[in-house]
Nanobody, 126 residues
Framework: QVSLVESGGGLVQAGGSLRLSCAVSGRTFRNYATGWFRQAPGKERDFVARISRNGGDTRYVDSVKGRFTLSRDNAKNVVYLQMNSLKPEDTAVYYC???????????????????WGRGTQVTVSR
């Protein structure tokens, strides 16, 4: 079993920054790629970004490229999502998820992720 806990959300003005953390406990952290998804009010949960098990590969949805950066510290069992130049449309509940599948096929699909956190709210005001 793997447990994930997100933190770092909050209220920020447009153009501001936040750093989300995803603390992972349970099975060996380095065995899992980690993804971030977000769900805005009234919308489906969408893929945001993903980082490979060793941190060497990152993938982002086009809308956050150049603004969001993923990193991970396998010694501390934490994944970070640095979010800069935030926009009101980034407002959502952000979830991290762990994926034991190492392939890059359909990595942006929710169903391939094995474990999920409960989410952290990010609100960006105009």
């Amino acid at each position: 079993q793997v447990s994930l806990v997100e933190s770092g959300g909050g209220l920020v003005q447009a153009g501001g920054s936040l750093r989300l953390s995803c603390a992972v406990s349970g099975r060996t952290f380095r065995n899992y790629a980690t993804g971030w998804f977000r769900q805005a009010p009234g919308k489906e949960r969408d893929f945001v970004a993903r980082i490979s098990r060793n941190g060497g590969d990152t993938r982002y949805v086009d809308s956050v490229k150049g603004r969001f950066t993923l990193s991970r510290d396998n010694a501390k069992n934490v994944v970070y999502l640095q979010m800069n130049s935030l926009k009101p449309e980034d407002t959502a509940v952000y979830y991290c998820a762990a994926d034991s599948d190492t392939s890059y096929i359909m990595y942006d699909i929710e169903s391939r992720y094995d474990y999920w956190g409960r989410g952290t709210q990010v609100t960006v005001s105009r």
